[in-house]
DNA sequence: TGACAATGCATGTTATAACAGTTACAATCG
DNA sequence: CGATTGTAACTGTTATAACATGCATTGTCA
């Protein structure tokens, strides 16, 4: 029986291990996903990279974050976080400003501008969302949540 | 009881719905097992796309595929697969070879040092797989590659 | 307090991704 | 057979990622 994934990517022989499979199915699924989400805010011009601090940031609330508490809360790791803050400030869609009392530290927080945005592609995520886990049940919705949890764990 | 996820980026507040922790379960996880992934292939000097591109040509054996196949079986598209072959021919690990028949066509194979270089790596791949997948049983890893296929699947 | 290490950010550089546009060739249809 | 359409690959350009390094500031400890 030919899986899913083997006909996605037109692979004429069979995986050699479940496990194999599973790694490349994440792999393909995230492709898949960051896909839709990127059509998704392009109209907004941002990329899912930027959604991802807006919603950080947005979190924070006032007090805002600094450039490495950024860093931290990100999905996937981005080892330039200076610059991207740098773009999104041009933007106006975050504000920037050197902290008083530890000089080394870089405050940054989400504007109006930015907080309206996440408003306006909130619907449209919505959608993707709806679209992809709504044919998984509660159960094994939450039975994904937890193998993908155990992947990420150890080594 | 706050999640596995929601621990590793420090987010303060709950997911609004398990929708969306599965969705950035998926994100999170590739991001992950990408990061393991470039370690291992580092020490030599390939790229996760270019071990792609190996795997896919070491399949396709001594008939090779035009650039087009290739990126048809891509695990992430890749919309510049033209100066990306032209990269690893530059390095000798495919040769590329206009098509007689068809000059639009452009042939790319794999070479024996492309071929020398994946048995070089595999033992490192097959330890980032043993060590994340090993603790999931056979019937739980099913179950994953089932539900990732059911998110991959619709419009 | 003064040297030294650690931290957080900025900057320089290179390589690659992303997007658009162009060229060469082949297939189709009048 | 010629014009038109479609396909495959290449090329130009810009923006971003990735990596390394440097700089300013703070913390630590003799």
């Known amino acids: 029986m030919p899986s899913r994934l083997q006909d996605e990517i037109k692979q004429t022989k069979p995986f050699t291990s479940r496990g194999a499979e599973a790694l490349l199915s994440v792999l393909r699924t995230a492709a898949v996903l960051e896909h839709h989400l990127n059509e998704a805010l392009r109209p907004h011009a941002l990329t899912a990279t930027q959604y991802n601090v807006l919603r950080i940031l947005r979190g924070a609330g006032t007090n805002g974050l600094c450039g490495r508490e950024v860093a931290e809360r990100m999905v996937s790791r981005v080892p330039d976080v ?9 933007m106006a869609l975050i504000s920037r400003e050197r902290d008083l009392a530890d000089r080394r530290h870089v405050t940054a927080r989400i504007t109006a501008r930015g907080l309206a945005i996440l408003d306006q592609v909130a619907p449209a995520l919505e959608g993707v969302e709806r679209a992809r886990v709504g044919r998984l049940g509660a159960e094994r919705l939450q039975d994904l949540i937890d193998g993908l949890a155990a992947l990420r764990e150890g080594g």
């Open 82 to 90: 200076s610059r991207l803050l740098g773009r999104m400030e041009d």
